[in-house]
């Protein structure tokens, strides 16, 4: 199997996500064995954010790292995991609060695609970009 | 009144005290009614309060990077020329981006007013600062000190202030900078606490300054946007501060020092501290709500419990704030409301004069227009966080736009106080 | 020249009437302002070391009723015709410029302040007694027709009261004269300390209750809290400063002056009177919700001093009587002043609607500073000129009557409660949102009221200005009612003046 990274340059759909965490220099950490849990946004998620907003935080690396950040969680959660908790603590720090009552929702996204395992964790795919807050 | 343009799928009406606000925030409208008048004065203003904020962030940057802790700050406000000409990043050619199409060096109209300030004469700057015929910079200061007395607002910026990285850090600068004087030094050893205590007050100057850097062009494009024509009504004017909170989220918030031609990074760009979450959110929770009450404008009884037990409960911000005892001396919203009078569009000029007591009571009508401003301003936060945490307006899950609403009421809960001015900027004739 | 005082003010009320230059207020003030200069004048040809009348004018007239065209000044009325002068010209400034039907008002008005001044200068008690009726009529027609709400009512009940009150004076004159076998009725002829005790007690009484009437004292007050709250600010300014002057002045002038012993006395009764007059007036005006009636009843209270001065009979308290007129005519007038432009501007006299007015911008915030200083003046805060009078009234009035000054000095205390009252509800505290729309306050609504407070706080400073006119005159008027064992020299001097006369 390959690792997260390998995963999302491989897959269509994660374009600026890959660039994201190339940029951001988190190549190397999700290499690493981890295991992680990533909540990646695709394509259309990014490019719901207002104009600029990309462009800012590639300028800003410090901060650009800490929204990467926010969608992983240490350890391997599969969403069958993910029943038993309400919210996870990102690598950021801030909560993600999970809800699977009505399909399967961190924070204010969906998850399109759930349980991608890599082998260093594990890859949730969202609908839209998850902000701290 | 914005025509209310129901989603296909729609809720029960709300039966929210503000309904009405809450159904015209579901539309993508703002908390200010849509009418012309209520744009032109809100855009008026924005133009206004960019000129001197143009001047608030150059002066708290230069009091957080070069001041720093001199013990007899009486230049503070005497603003160097590299100030003036400190590029904004969000201005002119050479922006990070540019959001204002704009110079990125100090506004003309600031200049000018500098140099011959409201008596319209030339003299040494001593002279307007002391007849204090100049920008007031106290109300800067009044504004940082609601955010370093509030603290607590959320991000991370606050709680990195008394961590011992940030210790250590100001320990190297405050040592630095009294370098060769052992008196300050001396007291240093003594009071270390006190020192620190100055150097955290000192972030939070840089804190606002770089703030209001991104908010100075935002108004200033927005001005322009609204003289050219390109911006019609109030949700317009909201949505392109929405987008301008999305598009600056992440510039960073930071505090240098420049000590001897050297940099210390007191608050490193590293620590990915961001505008949005630890400049942004902070203020808007300690300016436009909480803050103090006025000096010198009604006495509270503390005992009495005129004034909350918990700093949480404080609401005597712009929006709660009762513009009409504006002009007694000193107070920090008189001394805003004089700094705008002086670069006032001359529309809104003429308009005020057509008001109430005309040239007389300006200060309280820009005021009041200032207050209708100031939510709109809230109210592009509003949208922002539920763009950022909820959902869509146009979402076609109705478990999301009851989560929209329940956010929406939420916000509004808050101006159920009595005091809270949102029942009054609904009517055109509180001016 | 005194009569100028008399009959420029006639001519001018006339000449507006028929005359027809437009700005009828400018050519009001003119004339009035002449006046006022004219009074100063005099006043600099006054010599106030003389007890006297001085610059008296003599024309016969008809002599076969002994009415005669006599005038002259002293030192009890110069004060007051000054302060007739001044008021009228602020009445007439503070008068609005869209006034309705402006010719019949200013004629009026100027007429009002021809018939004072007749009033406080005749020396002849008929003739007194004409130009004090003159003023009737003036009065009932100003306040009718430019009155506020209930003005007929209000305005009957001034006419019947102060009818009443002339036919009183009139008969006591007629008492006096007949019963004395005189042949004139000029003011020295008609010394009554010729008659009876009895029948100078019985015709002082009439004096007393008629003048008594216009003060006016308790109980023959009721007319007047109906009367000034029904006139417009400028009537309310002459009525309470100077036609309830011209009652004080009659009792002094025709009360003291003609019946010395008899006034001594009554002494304590009046003192007593006072008294009641002054706690009545202020535990009344605490407990008002309307500013300009709590104003009116303060005028009830401050009257009182002036009749305690009066009745201690010590130069200094009558000296201290003499200015607390003119001290009460000035606060009087800035406070009717100021409580009218509150109306205008804030559209109600309420007290419990009334609030914040020193806001600095959307405010009075002059209105209101000048508010409470009228305040602290009629409360006799040192530095004022109420305090001046006050302070003599009472230093004089101790050592005869402690007791009913003492009362009157708490009277002074109740002063200050009702208007920390007035001054805290109106002036202070939040201004209300949703009505603070006022509009604002024009200089010329500001100016009679800075004139009034310079006045006031120079007077409090430099009270030699108010009371050197009359001391000389109150000495001699104590003189003629004491005993000359009390006070030789001065007895002396009265008899000294008598022989020159």
């Not at chain 2, 004069?353 to 709109?376: A, P, T």
């Not at chain 2, 592009?380 to 929209?404: C, E, F, K, S």
């Not at chain 3, 027709?145 to 009443?164: D, R, V």
């Not at chain 3, 729309?437 to 200005?465: C, H, M, T």
Request: aromatic letters at 12%; one cysteine or more.
């Amino acid at each position: 199997m390959a690792d997260i990274v390998d995963i999302a340059v491989n897959t269509d759909g994660f374009k600026t996500l890959v660039t994201a965490v190339q940029v951001a220099n988190l190549v190397e950490t999700l290499k690493s064995p981890g295991p992680f849990t990533v909540f990646a946004p695709n394509d259309a998620a990014f490019a719901q954010l207002p104009p600029g907003t990309i462009q800012t935080l590639v300028q800003n690396i410090p901060q650009l790292r800490r929204i990467l950040t926010f969608h992983v969680v240490p350890g391997k959660w599969m969403k069958a995991d993910l029943e038993q908790v309400s919210s996870l603590t990102s690598v950021e720090g801030s909560p993600i609060t999970i809800n699977l009552a009505d399909g399967f929702e961190v924070k204010n996204a969906t998850v399109l695609t759930a349980d991608i395992e890599a082998d260093n964790g594990v890859i949730h795919v969202l609908d839209r970009v998850i902000l701290m807050g | 009144m914005t025509t209310t343009t129901l989603p296909p799928i729609t809720l029960p009406p709300s039966t929210h005290e503000f309904a009405d606000v809450v159904h015209r925030l579901e539309a993508g409208g703002s908390m200010l009614p849509d009418t012309p008048e209520n744009l032109m004065q809100i855009i008026g203003i924005y133009k206004a309060y960019a000129v001197p904020m143009d001047f608030y962030w150059r002066d708290l940057l230069y009091i957080a990077e070069r001041v720093f802790l001199n013990p007899l700050p009486a230049f503070k406000y005497f603003l160097p020329q590299e100030y003036l000409d400190l590029p904004n990043h969000y201005a002119g050619e050479h922006a990070d981006l540019r959001i204002w199409r704009g110079e990125a060096t100090a506004h003309p109209e600031l200049l000018e007013f500098m140099k011959t300030g409201e008596m319209k004469q030339k003299l040494p700057r001593l002279f307007h600062h002391l007849w204090h015929d100049r920008i007031n910079m106290e109300f800067a200061e009044a504004c940082m000190r609601a955010m370093f007395w509030h603290r607590g607002m959320g991000g991370q910026f606050d709680p990195y202030l008394d961590s011992a990285e940030y210790k250590a850090n100001a320990d190297r600068a405050i040592r630095a900078y009294f370098q060769g004087n052992p008196v300050m030094l001396g007291l240093y050893q003594l009071f270390p606490e006190m020192f620190l205590e100055q150097v955290r007050q000192l972030s939070y100057y840089a804190n606002l300054g770089l703030f209001w850097e991104v908010m100075a062009p935002v108004f200033f494009e927005m001005s322009d946007l609204y003289d050219e024509g390109k911006i019609t009504t109030v949700p317009e004017a909201m949505n392109f501060l929405v987008n301008g909170i999305f598009a600056i989220a992440g510039r960073p918030i930071y505090h240098h020092v420049y000590i001897r031609g050297e940099c210390y990074e007191i608050i490193p760009k590293s620590k990915g501290f961001m505008w949005l979450y630890e400049a942004a959110l902070p203020y808007v929770e300690a300016v436009f709500y909480r803050t103090s009450p006025f000096r010198g404008t009604k006495s509270y009884n503390a005992q009495a419990k005129q004034v909350p037990d918990n700093q949480a409960d404080f609401h005597y911000g712009i929006l709660y704030a009762d513009v009409f005892p504006v002009g007694s001396a000193g107070i920090p919203p008189t001394l805003l409301m004089q700094d705008m009078l002086h670069f006032l569009p001359p529309y809104l000029v003429d308009y005020y004069k057509q008001h109430c007591r005309g040239e007389d009571d300006m200060l309280i009508q820009l005021g009041i227009s200032f207050q209708r401003s100031m939510y709109n301003v809230t109210s592009a936060v509003i949208q922002a966080l539920r763009t950022a945490l909820l959902y869509p307006l146009d979402d076609p899950n109705p478990r999301h736009l009851m989560a929209n609403r329940q956010f929406f009421e939420g916000q509004l809960d808050r101006f159920k106080r009595p005091e809270a001015r949102l029942r009054d900027i609904q009517r055109q004739n509180y001016r | 020249m005194l009569s100028t005082l008399i009959w420029f003010p006639f001519l001018g009320a006339i000449a507006i009437a028929l005359l027809p230059p437009r700005p009828l207020k400018l050519v009001a003030l003119a004339i009035s302002g002449f006046v006022l200069l004219w009074n100063v004048w005099i006043v600099t040809q006054f010599d106030s070391t003389t007890p006297l009348l001085q610059l008296q004018e003599y024309l016969p007239w008809l002599e076969t009723l002994g009415l005669n065209y006599q005038l002259g000044v002293d030192g009890l009325s110069l004060p007051l015709l000054l302060l007739n002068s001044l008021l009228t010209w602020i009445a007439i400034y503070s008068s609005q410029e869209q006034t309705e039907r402006p010719r019949l008002f200013y004629s009026l008005i100027l007429l009002v302040s021809g018939a004072v001044a007749g009033a406080l200068l005749a020396q002849n008690l008929l003739l007194f007694f004409l130009f004090y009726e003159v003023e009737l009529v003036p009065f009932y027609l100003l306040i009718s027709i430019w009155g506020g709400e209930k003005c007929n009512y209000a305005a009957m009940k001034f006419l019947l009261y102060t009818a009443l009150s002339g036919a009183l004076i009139l008969l006591a004159f007629l008492g006096l004269v007949w019963l004395q076998g005189a042949g004139s009725f000029a003011y020295e002829a008609a010394m009554g300390d010729t008659l009876p005790l009895w029948i100078q007690l019985v015709l002082l009484g009439l004096v007393l209750v008629g003048f008594g009437i216009k003060i006016p004292l308790v109980p023959l007050h009721t007319w007047l809290p109906d009367t000034y709250v029904a006139a417009s600010a400028p009537v309310a300014i002459l009525l309470g400063g100077v036609l309830a002057k011209l009652g004080a002045y009659g009792i002094f002038r025709f009360g003291l002056g003609l019946f010395p012993m008899a006034w001594a006395n009554l002494a304590p009764v009046l003192a007593t009177w006072a008294t009641v007059s002054v706690l009545y007036g202020a535990t009344v005006a605490i407990a008002q919700k309307d500013i300009k009636r709590m104003v009116a009843y303060s005028s009830i209270g401050h009257m009182g001093y002036i009749l305690l001065g009066g009745s201690a009979l010590t130069a200094l308290s009558l000296v201290g009587a003499i200015a607390q007129m003119v001290a009460h005519g000035l606060i009087l007038a800035i406070l009717f002043h100021l409580v009218g432009v509150i109306e205008t501007k804030v559209g109600t006299r309420e007290l419990d609607v009334l609030n914040g007015l020193m806001n600095p911008i959307r405010g009075l915030p002059l209105v209101s500073a000048l508010l409470i200083l009228g305040g602290m003046a009629s409360a006799g805060i040192p530095g004022l000129v109420g305090f001046v009078s006050e302070f003599l009234v009472f230093q004089g009035s101790y050592a005869v009557f402690p007791l009913q000054t003492l009362l009157c000095v708490v009277g002074t205390g109740l002063t200050a409660v009702y208007f920390v009252i007035l001054l805290n509800r109106t002036c202070f505290g939040k201004l209300d949102n949703a009505i603070a729309y006022f509009p604002k306050v024009e200089w010329r609504e500001r100016v009679p009221a800075l004139i009034l407070a310079i006045i006031i706080f120079f007077l409090g400073i430099q009270p030699a200005w108010l009371v050197r006119w009359s001391e000389s005159t109150s000495t001699l008027m104590v003189a003629a009612a004491t005993p000359s064992l009390t006070q030789p020299a001065l007895a002396q001097a009265a008899q000294i003046a008598k022989v020159q006369k």
